[in-house]
Nanobody
Framework: QVNLLESGGGLVHPGDSLRLSCLHS????????MAWFRQSPGKDREYVAT????????FHADSVKDRFTISRDNGKNTLYLQMNSLKSEDTGVYYC??????????????????WGQGTQVNVSS
């Protein structure tokens, strides 16, 4: 059974940076496409970024492009989301998600079989 554990959330001011982490266990992280989603109060869970197990293949939502960067460290079984120039609209619970091994990355929430419990990010002045 795959388990995902997010960390790194917190309360920051607009313009600040945060780095989220997601520790993957119970499966083969090296061949697993991963993603970050987020959910703000009263809104659906939305796609933020996804990364393949293949080197150099990653995608970001337009709303976070040039501010957020998804990355992975296969030696540590860990997924990251570096968030810079944070805005109030980035506030929400951030979830890490994993597909079954050897599946390609996707922006579709329903294609991810495994989810973490989420980590709260609050951006406020």
């Amino acid at each position: 059974q795959v388990n995902l554990l997010e960390s790194g959330g917190g309360l920051v001011h607009p313009g600040d940076s945060l780095r989220l982490s997601c520790l993957h266990s119970g499966g083969d992280f090296r061949t697993t496409a991963m993603a970050w989603f987020r959910q703000s109060p009263g809104k659906d869970r939305e796609y933020v970024a996804t990364i393949s197990w293949l080197p150099g293949v990653a995608f970001h939502a337009d709303s976070v492009k040039d501010r957020f960067t998804i990355s992975r460290d296969n030696g540590k079984n860990t997924l990251y989301l570096q968030m810079n120039s944070l805005k109030s609209e980035d506030t929400g619970v951030y979830y890490c998600a994993a597909r079954q091994p050897l599946k390609p990355p996707t922006t579709w929430r329903s294609e991810y079989e495994f989810w973490g419990q989420g980590t709260q990010v609050n951006v406020s002045s």
